[in-house]
């Protein structure tokens, strides 16, 4: 089974400030990375996703993430962040190989990034 | 707004009391799903439907009931429910059921179980 490690729950960071959060995932094998955002009492929103390609994804928000196989890592960063980034942060991943009738998103348990004025 | 509603927002409940959640989206998606969300763990899918039909179920206690209609509603049925199951009941759907679909969320019920 597939497991997501958020290395960091809590990020306290600078605004204007860069900031990287760290993914790593078990598996060796292909894999689909996603990365979720939670704002305060309100559902996940998809920041970005790598499914294949240019390791270095863009999302939304001014966010990126770099796929790395060989340290199976997938982490998010931001070069200057805001006020309203503070939030929570999901890294998930999925098996391509599953079959048509399978799903499993598995997520990690989260890093809740403040920005501080 | 990601078009995916969840009603109600937050939910009180007693043990002994039956209640439904209930998820609507409009999004002509075919997969729709539950998730819990509790302090400190990671989110854990409870069930997945597709075509409005059961196609996950991840050991959920019985006390959890879900219903699928037809494939815009979603709802979960609460009986006799435990305080640890209090948390937050996230909603999700997605185009298709696989894993290179984007999965679209709704805000979640609150459900605290007194």
């Known amino acids: 089974a597939q497991s997501v490690t958020q290395l960091d729950s809590q990020v306290p960071v600078f605004e204007e400030a860069p900031v990287e959060l760290r993914c790593n995932y078990s598996s060796s094998v292909s894999v689909y990375l996603f990365w979720y955002v939670q704002y305060p009492n309100q559902g996940l929103q998809l920041l970005l996703k790598y499914l294949s390609g240019s390791t270095l994804v863009k999302g939304i928000n001014g966010f990126e993430a770099e796929f790395n196989k060989s340290q199976t890592s997938f982490h998010l960063r931001k070069p200057s962040v805001h006020i309203s980034d503070t939030a929570e942060y999901f890294c998930a991943v999925s098996d391509p190989n599953s079959g048509a009738g399978s799903y499993q998103l598995t997520f990690g348990k989260g890093t809740k990034l403040s920005v501080i004025p | 707004e990601t078009g995916v509603t969840q009603t109600p927002r937050h939910l009180v409940m007693g043990m002994t009391n039956k209640k439904s959640l209930k998820c609507e989206q409009h999004l002509g998606h075919n997969a729709m799903y539950w998730y819990k969300q509790s302090a400190k763990k990671p989110l854990e899918l409870m069930f997945v439907?597709?075509?409005?039909?059961?196609?996950e179920n991840n050991s959920v206690p019985s006390r959890f009931s879900p219903e699928c209609p037809n494939s815009s509603h979603l709802f979960l049925h609460l009986h006799t429910l435990q305080p640890e199951d209090s948390a937050l009941y996230l909603c999700?759907?997605?185009?298709?059921?696989?894993?290179?679909?984007?999965?679209?969320f709704g805000q979640g019920t609150r459900l605290t179980v007194v």
């Open positions: 439907y597709n075509f409005k039909e059961q196609t």
């Open positions: 999700a759907s997605s185009p298709l059921q696989g894993a290179n679909t984007e999965a679209f």
